[in-house]
Structure formats: C-alpha cells, structure tokens
C-alpha cells in the first residue's frame, strides 16, 4: 500500500512536495487552512492531487503516515500539536526533496542576513561557468518542485530556519552560514539559543567530505561552534584576520585559499559594494573555489553580478532625491545593514509587523544619518516611542504612496529617501514584493 503523505500548507513548498511526492507513487493529500491560490489550485487538478482549501479535515491528516509540514506553519499550531502527540513524523520540504536528489550536489545557504544576495550570487558565478545548476529554495521554485520537474547536477538553496526546523537527514555538500543575529524570535519562544541552534543544523549531518563555509567574524557563530563536535572541512572567512584555509580580506584585496588554489581580486571590482556584501562575496567565491569552478570566471562573476530586486535597490533620482527600495529588510539587521551604507542625509521609512524587534541597534545610525522617520504601518506606536528623541521628524503614512509623497516632501536635494522597513509587511500589503513594487510605483509617479 502506498504511504500516505498529508502536505499541511500549499504555497511553493507545499505545492512542490505535492508533485514529488506523486510522481514518487506516494498517497498526498493536500491540506490549507487558507485559499489556496488559483494557480496552484489547477495545478493539484492537472495532477490528480486531492486537496482541500479554507480548512482542515483533522480526522483525515491525523491519518498519515507522514506530514510535511511548510515552512511558514509554527508549531504552536493546535493541529501540529495534535500531530506532534500521535507521533506521526513531520518532515520539512528540504527533507523531502533530499531523498529524491540522487548524486547531485546541494550548497544550501543560511544567516539572517545576506541569504538571498549569496546565493542569487553563487549562482550567477555556476551559470557563468556553465554548470548544470538550479536556484532553489527561499527563491523561485521549491527544491522538490526542481527534483520533480527538471532534476540539474547541482542545487543552490536558500534555506531558513523554517526548513531546518524539521530535517532528519538532509545533508548539503556545501554549508554557508552568513551570520547570526536576532530575527522570527517569535517562533522559538523568544530565545535567541534556539534560533541558533536552528541555524546550526543546516551542518549536523555533515561529513568530512563536505564543507562548512561560516563568518569567523560573527561572535555568536564562533561561540556556538565552541560547543560543537565538527565533521566537516570548515572554511571561515574574515575582514578581520588571515586565514590558513577559506577567505579574507586584507588591504582591500581577497584572498581565498582551498588546498592547492588561490583566488586574489580587489575589493574595487567587486560588483556588490558595502562591507555586508564583502561578505556575501567572500562566502560565494569561497563555495564555488570548493566546486572546482575556475578563478577567472569567479572573478568575472563577480564583477559583473547585478544586484536583486527589492534589496538596496536604487530606484531613480528624483529632483536630486535619491530612493532606494530595501523592502526585504525584514528585520532590525538587515535595516542596520542599509543605514550603515548611507552617505547621504536619509530620510527612512520604517515600519510595518514587529517580530518582537529591538530598536536599540538602530539607534546611533539613526541618530547619525537619519534627519527624518516615515513610520508606514499600520500600528507604529513602538517606533514613534523608540525614535522620538532620537530624530527631528517622525510622521506617519498608511500607504506606500503617501510614505513615499511624505519623505519627499521631507528630503532636500542631495538627500537619500531609503525604505528599509525592518518589519514584516503583511499589515499593508501581500508580501515585502508588493510593498517594494508599490514603493517604486509612487516614485515613478513623483
């Protein structure tokens, strides 16, 4: 008989495994406490997938032989709980898809911060040197979906917390963890130890062919690795030491050693500038020298990798205005990471769902760069709180368009207007993409 496979949640994921796990003769049934979207939708029905959208038959999923679980889905859900109780195993999507991947190679990439970036530039530098490769995971298709409808040599996946929440096995050729810092505390008990050691998983079923690539600059990291037995090859990088094996940066040049190789490049021709995407640099390059892919295509990558949308994404110039679209700032850090690079007089927006934020990481950049504050959420009473007595002008604005009328009403010639919201943004809009199209829509309309 075949197994029965219940998939909680049909977005990317969900659909994903769905089709998989079909096609690998298993019994899904699908099952969304909300609508599921129409193009998802007709996908179940061209594949013959039984599902249910709006809400749960309890007594049918309490039925599996096994659950995978999207990644958006917390375990304080009550049905998860009552999964959770009758033992039935839970498993995520990377999981899933790590059955089904046979002899390819995974690089999964992880960190609060820079994830995307990473690996769009991994990526990027695998196209160039044309490998037989796929971008998976956090951007564009799920990984299973990838397995299911066209199988490559080599998987690049951004990977979150979420997805290690729930593995057993899945073991990626190349780790890459970013950093480490405090975002989704709402989804580990408002801990910080167990986000880390969510993070961390992405190396526990590694081996000593496989490598870990990590940022021995990130304190939490290193801590952490403290208390770690390690399988792996590691291979840190640094803006702040030497390194006998990974990467650094020294006098402006990178340097990234794997036994016999070398890769040198300036800093100057990097594509992506900001010491963050020093970083993200280091780490890429690094993972694509364990890959065998040659110096003169990593250096060519490099140098000519276009930034992504929605992240420091300059807008236009508007009367000697700078806007810059950082939607995907989703949390304090990545919100730090942009003021941090401002040159110019900024006037931020900010705002949005708090996951429990702490602002105090902010505050000596904002009282640095920031001449004003446009709260654009629709509860900003915590930010107005936090910032009065740190910046002259803080207004208020429930749309991107008037956020955006306000903060150039409120800038100067010579100034940067940058909305790097640093919260969730499901209060005003579908997701951080439609607030970032939204953003830039206003802007073209000034």
């Known amino acids: 008989m075949a197994k029965k496979l219940v998939i909680l949640g049909a977005g990317e994921s969900g659909i994903g495994t769905a ?18 979207k129409p193009i998802y939708q007709k996908e179940l029905e061209d594949s013959a997938i039984p599902f249910e959208s709006g809400s749960h038959s309890v007594e049918r999923i309490l039925a599996a032989d096994e659950v995978m679980k999207s990644p958006g889905i917390p375990e304080k859900n009550e049905l998860v709980k009552q999964i959770r109780a009758k033992g039935i195993p839970v498993v995520s999507e990377i999981e899933f898809g790590f059955r089904y991947k046979g002899e390819s190679k995974i690089a999964a990439i992880t960190g609060s911060n820079g994830k995307t970036t990473t690996t769009s ?3 990027h530098i695998c196209k160039l040197a044309e490998q037989d ?5 956090n951007i564009g298709f799920s990984f299973a979906r990838q397995i299911a409808v066209a199988p490559k040599a080599l998987y690049i996946i951004e990977v979150s917390s979420y997805q290690l929440d729930d593995i057993n096995y899945f073991k990626p050729d190349i780790a890459i963890l970013l950093n480490i810092t405090e975002d989704h505390l709402d989804r580990y008990d408002y801990k910080f130890e167990n986000y880390i050691k969510s993070k961390l998983r992405i190396i526990e079923n590694q081996t000593a062919n496989d490598y870990f690539i990590y940022c021995i600059d990130d304190e939490v990291i290193v801590k952490q690795l403290e208390l770690l037995t390690i399988h792996t090859n590691p291979l840190p990088f640094s803006m702040k030491q030497e390194v006998k094996k990974g990467g650094y940066i020294k ?12 890769v040198t490049m300036s800093i100057y021709d990097f594509a992506l500038k900001g010491k963050h995407n020093a970083y993200n640099t280091m780490a890429a390059s690094i993972a694509a020298t364990t890959l065998g892919i040659r110096k003169e295509k990593i250096r060519e990558a490099v140098s000519n990798f276009h930034n992504l949308e929605h992240r420091m994404e300059f807008v236009a110039t508007v009367r000697g205005v700078d806007f810059i679209n950082d939607s995907k700032a989703t949390n ?19 705002g949005g769902v708090d996951k429990g934020n702490d602002y105090e990481l902010l505050a000596d950049l904002v009282k640095e760069k920031v001449k004003a504050i446009v709260c654009m959420g629709t509860d900003n009473k915590k930010i107005i709180e936090f910032f009065k007595d740190k910046v002259a002008t803080i207004i208020e604005a429930d749309s991107a368009k008037k956020a955006v009328n306000a903060s150039f009403k409120l800038a100067e010639k ?25 953003f830039k829509e206003s802007v073209k309309e000034l």
């Open 414 to 438: 010579g100034d940067v207007v940058i909305m790097s919201p640093a919260c969730a943004s499901f209060d005003l809009f579908k997701n951080y993409e439609d607030r970032g199209r939204q």
């Open 332 to 350: 304090v850090n990545s919100t730090w990471y942009a003021l941090e690079s401002m040159q110019k007089p900024t006037v931020l927006i900010l």
């Open 133 to 137: 490769v796929a971008m998976v995971g």
């Open 251 to 262: 006098n402006d040049q990178m340097m990234i050693k794997i036994q016999e190789e070398r």
């Open 121 to 123: 530039l991994l990526y």
């Open 19 to 36: 089709l998989l796990a079909k096609q690998k003769g298993y019994d899904v049934f699908v099952s969304d406490a909300s609508a599921i």
